[in-house]
């Protein structure tokens, strides 16, 4: 079978698309210079002590051991240590007051998100970050479950997500763009299955694309839509989904409530597509060893494609 | 050898009868020997079986990683197969081969007979291999752990219900266990049975490292083992320690962890380098220049190392002021490193080098080894940490380490040692090819990983999306990990082929400077045949016609007149000869004591607690009939003539006795692993804002107090037992102890009335769950201490504890000093804390 991919994202450190990354992987090119010419000396001498006949006056070698193994690491790692160091506090302090907030909780295996909009509401998503560009963001993380740890690597460094505490995280993203984050804590089963998506946008679509998330579940309009809606109810979806402006109020996994203007399916398992959506409700744990929602086998062909065509016009 | 041993007999009627009392045993009781040569080899073909299991494990991940979205294993399959790589590979390998590879040379190295503690090494094996069968076997019933090497909660307490976590942490509890037993036994070994002569400063390089380390064991396997307790407790009995939603807190459990984790690092690394310290002299036939910075960098890697633990934890949301401190000092751990690297080159520059595969591994490892060097530099600077902890930059990183630093030098160690073990060589040229292989297939395997994790592949992942586009590089690690297994295949060949017509090597085949080359090929069991005075380091290579006059018995202790196996004993410092220890034989009351043990850890794993109590109950028995018979032997006269005129009392008690020198030292573990509960509540302290809570009552003060007063007396009545035993006063010796078991009977009851007595639930909330796990812990030991009271009557009622020989009071009364601490800081913490909080 041919591997399906998802769309072009970045989830390289080495090309990075924010402060904190940029800073470190200049920090990182840096390392592995010295790490390097360090390497061909120590390996240099070592191999000419053993091929080169010996007999060296037992005076040099004392130099050689308090110059090679004392006096010049301390030196190199003390200057690497104000090197990297100074980066600390810049990337530990906090953003402005005004920067956006986003709160994530880390669940087996998805990802909660919340957003608060100028009015002061909290909205909810899931597994799908968009952020604006040339601005400082703060994530408030934390765990409902076991501990996970939150990293998108093209924008910066990761922060784990603890049960019963709250971490924060700051990043800068600098690039337009699509990336992807993961989990990098393992967290049981479906610990390789946790990502993420994360679009950075320019301000304004940014804005459109929030306030279009605050909105209500569209109404469905189409025949099968309206059906799926009804059979969405009627099979319990809603214990565990909530879409907002319907009675589906279920807090256990993700909101579905504009499930179609996202990019892919099962914490970005597999690209959003109708092929994929399908094979997801009738065999999740195939396509997600592990997910605590159960594989929905027994609806019909035709059960199944009212579902998908009501979540397929939640944009 | 028969022929061999008849001319003996002829020629040399002492010669014949220390053969004899070191003779090992054969036919089936084989097995019941306990001499360190036997134990020793045992336990490095079980740590090298496990190695292998370890390293399958490894190839099957391979296989499952080799392209996107393998179906090769289950989600389910590879996390129980990661689980036990890393278990395996720390726990069954990297520890025990060091004990292994010690409890066989030490003794050579320091022209001792045998470790003091004979039957300690035979029982630590023995629960090693029950402990390791256990934990290896569960992966073929599918119910291995699967939580990952470190497993942390809540995942492993609340979401992980099966067996496995429960298999990982009594199983592993048990064989750590066994390896305090050989850090003891290392410890004392290295302190107290030295050559006469040999002062600290001559002491050979291997053995201070192995000094280091097994006090490294000492410290940092309690806080694991105190960890493990808190955690199954949790599953057992619901006890909240690390449940956020009672007060627990999750990070504790990786404080906890890692104050092992970190140091058992270098706990790993050290002893190979204290291998390499031993080949590079021999083959630049120089001594090592800068010997004093060796055992400078040495100790204070040991003390860095428990210093570092943090780094493991830069991304758990830390202020950036402990980060910066403990970055810092993550980076200060390469300085020693360095020093004991460049003292290496240095003796190769100084000396004139003979080239063989022991050097070429030697030069591989360091090769390979300063990249992990490199790379941990890197990751130790907290900011890169942020992008590469988690990543594949670590599995790279750490295997870089571990196999440069631990895996090599421990080949070249085997190519080293196996003419002094067996007496054959092994091939130059299969060594050749087997290092190429392993070299160029290790490098292949795990370069690739620095790259696929920095661009963006998390550890421990059972697939990965081909979009990621580290399918290639995956590819190529897998391919790499197999040339490398193929490396290893050629070695284990060249060890295993039959050598039968093979010649036998020569005796010193490397001429090498240490007393471990002393050994005769083929050898014999006594070791060496008479105990060497030693002036210097090199003492082959300096002391004139000195392997002629210790295989002429012109040294210490050259028979065995009464027939008993005998050793030396020395001061700590200088070296001074203090006793003729005698040590046990051959027995199976070590296999007894081993199986039995094992049953209180694996019955339990399966809530069988009837059973695991009667296992226990049987451990208890074999320990003491083992403890009756095997220790403390009144001699039939006070002292020796150990030759060179030199006379020697056969029994010490107290601080010039080894077994008072292993209750010192267990009990320091044993300390260490109580402070780590205490550090536990103090840690909920810090953390929370109301903790001890407002609403809860606490033990009170007045059971605490009572307790507290009732364990002193016993304290005072044990002393008091010694002095009256000392005076020959009977009556008055066993009243004392009929006090003082009364009174640990009544302390130890005041102490679990405390909370029991104040309706402290150990599950409603972790305040009353951890001040329940203190109280139980102190009143355990008081009943071991009880244990020993009734012991101490007990032998001096049959006459094998006499006024003079009072060496069973003498470390009971040792015992009660840590116990009269550890109530001490019980009741302060339970009953005296809240007061200062509040």
Not at chain 2, 227 to 253: K, N, T
Request: aromatic share 12%; with cysteine.
């Amino acid at each position: 079978m041919r591997p399906e991919l998802i769309d072009d994202v970045s989830q390289s450190a080495l090309d990075p698309a924010g402060v904190g990354a940029t800073q470190i992987v200049d920090l990182f090119h840096w390392m592995v210079g010295g790490g390097v010419v360090i390497w061909l000396i120590v390996v240099g001498l070592s191999v000419y002590s053993i091929v080169v006949p010996g007999g060296h006056r037992p005076r040099l070698t004392k130099t050689l051991v308090i110059g090679g193994g004392a006096v010049v690491p301390t030196v190199v790692l003390s200057s690497l240590l104000c090197y990297a160091l100074a980066m600390l506090p810049e990337l530990h302090r906090p953003p402005p007051s005004d920067s956006p907030t986003v709160k994530v909780n880390g669940v087996r295996w998805w990802w909660r998100v919340q957003y608060q909009t100028d009015d002061g509401r909290t909205i909810e998503t899931a597994n799908e970050i968009r952020l604006p560009v040339d601005e400082a963001v703060e994530f408030k993380l934390t765990s409902e479950d076991v501990i996970h740890s939150f990293w998108i690597p093209s924008l910066g460094g990761k922060v784990d997500m603890i049960p019963g505490r709250e971490t924060r995280l700051k990043l800068y993203p600098t690039r337009v763009g699509k990336f992807r984050g993961v989990c990098a804590e393992y967290c049981g089963t479906a610990h390789a299955q946790m990502r993420f998506d994360v679009t950075v946008m320019p301000r304004p679509e940014f804005n459109r694309w929030l306030s279009n998330q605050s909105s209500d579940a569209r109404e469905p309009s189409q025949q099968s839509a309206i059906r799926g809606g009804e059979l969405f109810r009627r099979k319990g979806c809603g214990a565990c989904h909530t879409i907002r402006g319907t009675d589906a109020r279920g807090r256990v996994g993700p909101d579905l409530t504009h499930l179609a203007s996202r990019s892919s399916l099962g914490a970005a398992t597999k690209p959003n597509n109708t092929e994929n959506l399908r094979h997801w409700i009738t065999h999740t744990h195939h396509v997600k060893p592990g997910v605590t929602m159960p594989a929905f086998q027994a609806l019909d062909e035709r059960e199944v494609d009212a579902i998908v065509a009501y979540l397929e016009q939640l944009h | 050898m028969t022929a061999e041993a008849t001319t003996t007999d002829e020629r040399d009627p002492a010669a014949a009868r220390l053969l004899d009392a070191w003779r090992t045993p054969t036919g089936w009781r084989y097995w019941t020997a306990v001499n360190n040569s036997e134990v020793g080899l045992w336990y490095v073909v079980a740590s090298f079986t496990f190695f292998l299991f370890g390293g399958i494990l490894a190839l099957l991940m391979r296989i499952q990683l080799a392209v996107p979205e393998n179906d090769f294993l289950t989600a389910d399959q590879y996390h129980q197969v990661f689980t036990m790589h890393g278990s395996v590979m720390m726990f069954l390998f990297a520890v025990p081969i060091l004990e292994a590879i010690s409890i066989l040379l030490l003794p050579e190295m320091l022209g001792a007979r045998d470790l003091p503690f004979p039957r300690l090494s035979a029982y630590g094996f023995w629960c090693f291999l029950i402990g390791g069968i256990f934990v290896c076997g569960s992966i073929f019933f599918g119910v291995a752990p699967e939580g990952g090497w470190f497993m942390y909660p809540p995942m492993t307490t609340e979401y992980q219900t099966g067996v496995g976590v429960d298999i990982w942490l009594l199983g592993l509890s048990f064989i750590e266990v066994a390896s305090i037993a050989a850090a003891v036994e290392l410890i004392v070994g290295v302190l107290k049975c030295r050559p006469p002569g040999m002062r600290l400063n001559l002491i050979p390089l291997y053995a201070w490292y192995i000094l280091v380390v097994a006090v490294m064991i000492l410290f940092a396997f309690p806080p694991l083992i105190a960890g493990d307790l808190l955690m199954e407790l949790e599953r057992s009995l619901d006890w909240p320690f690390f449940d956020a939603s009672r007060g627990g807190d999750p990070m504790l459990w990786q404080h906890l962890f890692w104050i092992f984790g970190h140091p058992e690092v270098y706990i790993v690394f050290l002893p190979s380098v204290a291998l390499l310290a031993m080949i590079v002299p021999t083959f630049a036939r120089a001594p090592m220049v800068g010997y004093g910075w060796i055992v400078l960098a040495a100790v204070g890697t040991g003390f860095l190392s428990f210093g570092l633990w943090v780094h493991h934890m830069f991304t758990t949301g830390l202020p950036a002021i402990s980060i910066g401190i403990f970055s810092a000092a993550s980076q200060a751990v390469a300085i020693p490193t360095g020093i004991q690297l460049f003292c290496f080159i240095a003796t190769l520059l100084v000396g004139r080098v003979t080239k063989s595969v022991c050097l070429l591994f030697t030069l591989g490892g360091l090769a390979t080894f300063i990249v992990g060097g490199l790379t941990g530099v890197m990751v130790a600077v907290a900011p890169f940490d942020y992008q590469a902890h988690d990543t594949y930059f670590i599995v790279g990183h750490l295997h870089y380490v571990l196999i440069g630093g631990t895996i090599f030098p421990i080949v070249a160690g085997v190519y080293y040692y196996y003419p002094a073990v067996t007496g054959k060589q092994l091939s130059e040229r299969l060594g050749r090819y087997a290092f190429w292989m392993m070299l160029i297939g290790f490098n292949v395997s795990f370069f690739p990983m620095h790259f696929s994790g920095l661009l963006g592949m998390p550890r421990r992942v059972y697939t990965y999306q081909p979009e990621l586009e580290v399918g290639t590089l995956n590819l190529i690690s897998t391919i790499g990990a197999f040339v490398l297994a193929a490396g290893f295949l050629v070695f284990l060949w060249d060890v295993l082929r039959p050598k039968s017509k093979q010649p036998l090597a020569p005796r010193n085949v490397w001429n090498a400077g240490t007393l471990e080359w002393l050994a005769e090929v083929p050898d014999k069991p006594w070791g060496v045949r008479s105990i060497p005075i030693v002036e210097t380091r090199y003492p082959l290579w300096d002391q004139e016609q000195f392997v002629q006059d210790v295989d002429e018995g012109r040294f210490f202790l050259p028979g065995a007149d009464e027939g008993k196996r005998e050793t030396l004993v020395t001061s700590v410092v200088d070296a001074e000869p203090i006793q003729c220890l005698r040590v046990p034989g051959p027995t199976f009351l070590t296999h007894f004591a081993a199986v039995f043990t094992g049953g209180v850890f694996i019955l339990s794993t399966f809530h069988w607690y009837v059973a695991a109590g009667i296992s226990g109950v049987l451990a208890v028995a074999t320990i003491l009939v083992w403890l009756w018979t095997g220790t403390a032997w009144i001699p039939e006269k006070h002292e020796k003539d150990v030759g060179r005129g030199v006379t020697l009392p056969i029994y010490v008690s107290g601080s010039r006795a080894v077994g008072w020198w292993a209750m010192f030292i267990t009990m320091l573990g044993d300390m260490t692993a109580f402070i780590s509960l205490v550090f536990g509540y103090f840690f909920y302290w810090t953390i929370q804002e109301d903790f001890p809570p407002q609403d809860s009552t606490g033990p009170g003060w007045i059971w605490p107090i009572a307790a507290l007063l009732a364990i002193t007396l016993v304290w005072s009545a044990v002393m008091a037992a010694r002095q009256f035993n000392r005076q020959n006063r009977g009556s008055m010796f066993y009243g004392a102890l009929v006090c003082g078991i009364a009174l640990s009977l009544t302390g130890g009851w005041a102490l679990l009335m405390g909370p029991a007595t104040h309706a402290m639930d150990p599950t409603s909330h972790v305040y009353p769950a951890i001040v329940w796990v203190l109280v139980i812990w102190t009143t355990l030991h008081v009943v071991v201490g009880i244990v020993m009271q009734l012991y101490c009557a007990a032998r001096r009622m049959a006459g094998k504890m006499t006024a003079r020989y009072d060496a069973d009071i003498v470390n009971v009364t040792l015992y009660w000093h840590f116990i009269f601490l550890t109530t001490l800081i019980t009741c302060l913490v339970i009953a005296g804390f809240p007061m200062v909080a509040r």
